[in-house]
């Protein structure tokens, strides 16, 4: 089997120490994380914790059989890239004068889609959403005038197709 990029949804109760059996399981398969958000989900009193990973859609598969071992997970699911909508965002800090001065960087801003969040005397910031790969390329764009700090999220993403979880959760959590 071939490796490719995987998106891992997990739903759980929001419990302390999660987290760590989680990566645990990662750790144990010797399986770098590349990315990581956890955040509230479309259900109440539910956590969704996205991971990205670059392996074998059998590794995936059994990272989650093993993920919906943990009690306090809900349902967990594996996805390609091509089953998923994504997105990250980040931000850059550069030096003020370069953006009065150096004209490139305005016709990068312009043509990256990228937002000034914040103009300060000796800096300003600029925010950027998109795929990895369009992050990276601003990245390499802006590093020639100094970037003076970078910052970039985890992946954030929906799948194309119906999630039943939703439906099925949130009549469960009717109920009680």
Do not use: C
């Amino acid at each position: 089997m071939e490796k490719e990029w995987f998106t891992i949804s997990v739903y759980s109760e929001n419990n302390v120490g999660l987290l760590n059996r989680i990566s645990g399981i990662f750790l144990k398969r010797h399986i770098n994380i590349e990315s990581l958000n956890v955040s509230k989900s479309e259900i109440d009193n539910v956590s969704k914790f996205t991971i990205v990973n670059y392996v074998t859609e059998e590794t995936a598969r059994k990272v989650v059989g093993q993920i919906e071992k943990q009690i306090e997970v809900i349902k967990a699911f594996y996805h390609t890239d091509d089953e998923t909508i994504f997105q990250e965002s980040a931000l850059f800090k550069i030096k003020s004068d370069l953006l009065f001065d150096e004209r490139q960087i305005q016709n990068i801003i312009k043509d990256s889609n990228s937002q000034i969040v914040t103009v300060a005397r000796d800096f300003f910031v600029l925010a950027k959403s998109g795929r990895r790969s369009e992050i990276e390329e601003m990245h390499d764009q802006l590093k020639p005038y100094g970037i003076m700090q970078f910052v970039r999220s985890g992946r954030i993403s929906v799948s194309k197709e119906k999630m039943n979880i939703s439906s099925l959760l949130i009549e469960e959590f009717k109920e009680n």
